[in-house]
């Protein structure tokens, strides 16, 4: 092995942008790049420590021994060491071992830039360059058309390691992955997938949350390659990928990014904005240019390496809020003296900015909580930028009161009809997660009330329900059949259930939603638009009912839905419509394949009877604990 050669990937205009946080590329520059210098073949490595004395790559291929390959620091002050070392190959494990100016202290670190990593508990970074050949040129030229705030978006969110187990108990491997999930996403009907964290994280109970490899994809499941082709399977079977990206915490892991050179380089250093009480761990310095080019970067890398179509960013509303989960005497606030992080605000505007500037046809979707305003608003006109916002207060009010026996619904039919006072506020998603399944909360179907037919049926008319109110959807993997237990992260979802016909009944009910959304342009068209919806009667509490029409840029494909929140059918029941003629069930969750009753109603033709507000109105029957939609 040779000694450490001087070279650079770096011109003066990459180390200005860096330092003014402005470089959202880094993944070309910093990290391990194998190459070929003065006609040897070897690899390339730079990483950012200014607080360092020294930086020695250590690794397999040299014992691991300190010394024996130092980098050279820049002369720009940028605090970057890079240098060139032949004969390390592709494959080779390898950290930085980093002699700090602060105290003498002395850290060994993974690559924050490595793109593959030892599979856990191993924590090197590994030196890595296969070439990959994409076949979703079809889906990234199209892409706009299927991934638009017009089009349907219908999520199936995953957790790649308990999704499905194999005969021995093992994870599936990103190639098994490749053809078992997606050939079952589509056989669904799912318009996209999202994955739980898949990049490098070192603690399988943090689900992906607490992540150490930014930019690596776990090697729990094989290759970084493997993922690329699973991504490029689901397109090629149109069906988009969103991610789930991190950029609110990391964890305090000894190779990871906390105190990576002797200092607070990643991490804001006063701990009242450093560290996460909840989580216990790190969060990041917004304010820190260096820190903001390495997010973006990050963002940037999946889009561009992975061809990723969104990124669902994951607890939004902690970096939003100064005091988020701390005491009085726990926070400090701005200079305007409130509770906003004005630093992390302005990267989130950035982040988006960026990313909508860069790829078309891709969306960012924030989780986040709070009744922050403007949240799914452009930045031009002083909004976040983001795509779309989970609705969390839409999940929870629905969840209330699907709890609730039958009888004691009519006293709080407001849960329901409150989201319509701020549905369009926003471009909301509404998310049944695996946060609503797991410590104690139980499954979806064990949240319902009543005997086994009823808990089935409530669960059907949730669905239906959810389907048909305006905003996007995202179940968690297991919901669509109706899983019983709650997840276990270990474990695979409960698949001998669907021997079951209650079971099978769900899944066949939600296959046919997803085919259903995606044919009524009034379910998508003006999802986010308040001329997308209009009530019909939101006021029968005493009858549990609630009716109200979808409608789409073309009158004629206007929806007509009731809801009945009782087992008790509602028989002969009036209902204002907006034209005369003759109205036709066209769905219904009530339906016998799906495990209902099998109420049906026949074409029904308007009477000249003023009801609901509407001129004519006709006479239906609204089947227990069911969803029907006319046309």
């Avoid at 024996?68 to 060491?81: E, P």
């Avoid at 089009?151 to 194999?166: A, I, R, T």
């Avoid at 607890?315 to 701390?326: G, P």
Wanted: include cysteine; charged fraction near 25%.
């Amino acid at each position: 092995m040779g000694n450490v050669v001087t070279h650079s990937l770096f011109t003066e205009f990459d180390i200005n942008l860096f330092k003014a946080g402005k470089h959202f590329k880094l993944y070309e520059k910093l990290g391990s790049h194998p190459m070929e210098v003065n006609g040897e073949k070897g690899t390339y490595f730079a990483v950012w420590a200014p607080t360092a004395k020294s930086v020695s790559v250590v690794g397999d291929f040299n014992y691991w021994l300190e010394g024996d390959h130092k980098l050279f620091v820049r002369w720009d002050a940028s605090g970057i060491w890079e240098g060139f070392i032949p004969g390390v190959k592709p494959g080779t494990k390898y950290k930085y071992k980093i002699h700090s100016n602060n105290q003498d202290i002395k850290t060994e670190k993974a690559d924050p830039f490595a793109r593959y990593c030892e599979h856990p508990p191993n924590t090197a970074s590994i030196v890595w360059e296969k070439p990959y050949k994409w076949n979703d040129t079809k889906w990234m030229a199209n892409r706009k058309f299927k991934n638009g705030l017009d089009c349907p978006y219908s999520v199936y969110e995953v957790h790649l390691g308990s999704w499905k187990k194999n005969d021995k108990n093992e994870f599936l491997t990103y190639e098994e992955l490749s053809k078992d999930l997606v050939a079952y996403v589509k056989e669904m009907n799912f318009t996209h997938v999202e994955f739980m964290p898949v990049m490098e994280y070192p603690y399988d109970p943090s689900w992906g949350y607490q992540l150490t490899g930014y930019f690596a994809p776990t090697s729990r499941f094989g290759e970084p390659e493997g993922l690329k082709l699973l991504i490029d399977a689901l397109h090629k079977n149109d069906i988009g990928v969103i991610l789930d990206w991190v950029p609110s915490h990391f964890p305090e892991d000894a190779h990871g990014l906390g105190f990576f050179d002797g200092s607070h380089l990643y991490e804001h250093p006063d701990r009242k904005r450093g560290y996460h009480p909840d989580w216990k761990s790190l969060i990041f310095n917004y304010g820190r240019n260096e820190v903001r080019a390495f997010l973006i970067s990050n963002a940037m890398f999946w889009l561009d390496q992975y061809h990723v179509d969104g990124l669902r960013v994951d607890a939004v509303a902690s970096m939003l809020y100064l005091d988020y989960s701390r005491e009085e005497g726990e926070w400090e606030p701005n200079i305007y003296g409130n509770n906003e992080n004005l630093e992390a605000i302005s990267l989130i505007r950035e982040l988006n900015e960026e990313v909508y500037k860069n790829y078309d046809g891709v969306q960012t979707i924030a989780e986040e909580s709070t009744s922050f305003s403007m949240v799914s608003r452009p930045v031009s006109l002083g909004g976040l930028g983001f795509g779309m916002k989970w609705m969390m207060g839409w999940m929870h009010d629905s969840l209330e009161y699907f709890k609730k026996e039958p009888i004691y619904r009519r006293h709080h039919q407001n849960d329901l009809t409150f989201s319509m006072t701020y549905a369009f506020t926003e471009n909301f998603m509404l998310p049944f997660s695996h946060d609503e399944v797991v410590y104690g909360k139980q499954s979806l179907l064990y949240k319902m009330p009543g005997d086994e037919w009823q808990r089935f049926a409530n669960l059907r008319l949730l669905f239906g329900y959810m389907f048909t109110h305006p905003g996007t959807n995202l179940l968690f993997m297991g919901a669509e059949f109706g899983q019983s237990s709650e997840w276990n992260f270990q474990k695979s979802l409960d698949w001998h259930l669907l021997q079951y016909d209650f079971h099978a009944g769900i899944q066949s009910l939600v296959k046919d939603l997803n085919i259903f959304y995606k044919k009524h342009p009034a379910l998508f068209e003006k999802q986010f638009s308040a001329e997308g919806f209009q009530w019909i009667d939101y006021g029968d509490f005493e009858n549990s009912v609630l009716t109200y029409m979808r409608k789409g840029n073309e009158p004629e494909n206007d929806l007509v839905i009731a809801c009945n929140f009782t087992p008790i059918p509602r028989e002969n029941y009036r209902m204002g419509v907006p034209k005369s003629g003759q109205y036709k069930e066209i769905f219904s969750t009530d339906a016998k394949k799906y495990g209902g009753s099998g109420a049906k109603n026949t074409v029904r033709k308007t009477a000249k009877k003023p009801w609901h507000g509407q001129k004519q109105s006709i006479e239906v029957t609204i089947p227990p604990l069911g969803m029907v939609i006319f046309q």
